[in-house]
């Protein structure tokens, strides 16, 4: 008989409903989770175990905790498990919008991707407009194109039909950012000749770290010129004079002027980091291991050797939504008939969400509940939680390098502020409250310095969102025309 179900007996029967506290204990139980642990903490951060180590594992000296728990789950750039530090060269711009331009953002996003455009009349106002919300997996965005061309041209070729057609009396921008929300390395690009100013982008790491199933990454190959595939399929319909392409990571620090870092939590899971005042993308979410002591109980058996924070938080159907399912499944592995039942299969209910997941995460069962909702709304709580932590644990890693350089006297900094796009966070009022409260903990760790952030919104247009990378991708698009003027 399943745990949950079992609790329900030992309350009183078959036939009686079992106590929320009863069913919440039970499933702890099973899991090997709860609320009384410091869930899913890489190490345990408190002013006691607090140590300084040295070494080229996290380019250079550096403060951890428990120290040899966090060299094995950091790593190096040069080892598997460790982040990766892939340059941006996209530095922050406090230019303004240059009046009477008109720039194009791609936001290649794990599910979808969305086009959108900014307006800036004579007198510096913006107006933004959505003109492109495709799913990637849409079969006719990888019709036409060139014999032998890659998916990822031939999706663009596309995507600017489209545009196009939303906007037929526009087909000139002065500028356009390209949002990629997989591993890749900038480069300049001044032998291309397309452009006056450019900032490319080739790719890295896909073995390791593309594993969000985007059809328009299926025939790329490491070190293949985003820039000059993403052009090739834009230019056959649209104009533009400059270009740059990075990271949707590196885009949400600079969505926030002064930022120190920036973080998305969405399909996936990523973060910026600093080495000598140049922003990276380190690919944390995918590259950065969750040791197994810190998992429950289903989650070390099937990943013996530990599991990537991306895999724990990530919105995307193979990550967080697949976590939750386990645990579903090992709470009434010897009860099919109310596994069925729990996991919605008795109705043809689709995979679970990551929304979804935060529904059940937010509901109000003060009441007694049915046994089913009880059982998903406490196992969610349970993740949410966990996730709160790990996403902490993400904003300490993006600034660390900065704290460093604070602690040496290369920086006057006293506060570290990191902008944050996450799903997670704007969903689940648990997942808030844990990170807020592991941010607390981290911040006493390293008085007088303080990680302060923002949990942004995405902009609301008529046609629907603009998402943060965006807004960051158009200020960066601002600092090029500046200096191209």
């Known amino acids: ?38 869930l899913g903490l890489f190490w345990v951060v408190n002013n006691e175990n607090a140590e300084f180590l040295s070494g080229d594992g996290f380019r250079g000296t550096r403060r951890t905790f ?140 896909k073995h390791a770290t593309y594993r969000k199933g985007e059809p328009y990454v299926d025939d790329l190959v490491d070190g293949d010129k985003l820039h000059t595939l993403v052009a090739a399929g834009l230019s056959r319909h649209i104009g533009f004079r400059n270009l740059v392409c990075g990271n949707d990571t590196v885009f949400t620090s600079l969505a926030v002027p002064g930022s120190s870092a920036g973080i998305v939590s969405s399909t996936g899971v990523n973060s910026t980091g600093t080495f000598n005042r140049q922003t990276y993308n380190l690919e944390s979410g995918g590259r950065w291991l969750v040791r197994p002591e810190f998992l429950g109980a289903a989650e070390k058996k099937r990943y013996p050797y530990g599991i990537s924070v991306q895999d724990l938080i990530g919105g995307g159907e193979m990550f967080l939504p697949a976590t939750f399912k386990l645990h579903l499944h090992e709470l009434t592995r010897n009860d099919a008939p109310f596994s069925g039942v729990l996991l919605g299969l008795e109705d043809g209910a689709p995979p679970f969400s990551a929304a979804g997941i935060s529904k059940f995460a937010n509901l109000d069962i003060s009441h007694e509940g049915a046994l089913a909702d009880n059982i998903r709304h406490h196992v969610a709580r349970l993740l949410h939680h966990r996730a709160g932590y790990l996403l902490a644990q993400l904003a300490y890693l993006s600034v660390w390098n900065q704290v460093n350089e604070q602690n040496s006297g290369t920086t006057g900094a006293q506060t570290f502020p990191i902008a944050i796009d996450s799903t997670l966070l704007r969903g689940s009022a648990v997942c808030q409250e844990s990170f807020e409260k592991a941010i607390g903990v981290l911040n006493q760790s390293i008085s007088p310095y303080a990680v302060t952030y923002q949990i942004l919104q995405p902009l609301v247009c008529s046609e629907g969102q603009i998402s943060v990378p965006t807004l960051g991708a158009a200020a960066s698009l601002d600092g090029i025309l500046q200096k191209s003027s």
């Open 1 to 38: 008989m399943g745990g949950a179900k079992e609790a329900a007996r030992r309350a009183g029967g078959i036939g009686s409903r079992p106590s929320v506290h009863d069913v919440t204990r039970e499933i702890e139980r099973h899991l090997g989770l709860n609320f009384e642990t410091p």
């Open 66 to 205: 428990k120290g040899s728990e966090f060299e094995e789950a950091i790593g190096s750039s040069n080892r598997p498990g460790g982040v990766s530090w892939l340059p941006s060269l996209i530095s922050p711009s406090q230019a303004q919008p240059t009046p009477n331009s008109r720039v194009m953002v791609v936001d290649f996003g794990g599910t979808h991707t969305k086009v959108a455009v900014r307006y800036v009349d004579a007198q510096g106002n913006e107006t933004w407009r959505l003109v492109c919300d495709v799913d990637n997996k849409q079969s006719n965005m990888y019709v036409g194109g060139q014999e032998g061309e890659k998916k990822l041209t031939i999706f663009c070729e596309n995507l600017a039909k489209a545009v196009k057609d939303a906007v037929p009396e526009e087909d000139n921008f002065n500028g356009v950012a390209v949002i990629w929300s997989n591993a890749a390395k900038a480069v300049n690009t001044p032998d291309d000749g397309s452009g006056t100013n450019w900032v490319g982008a080739v790719v890295a790491d």
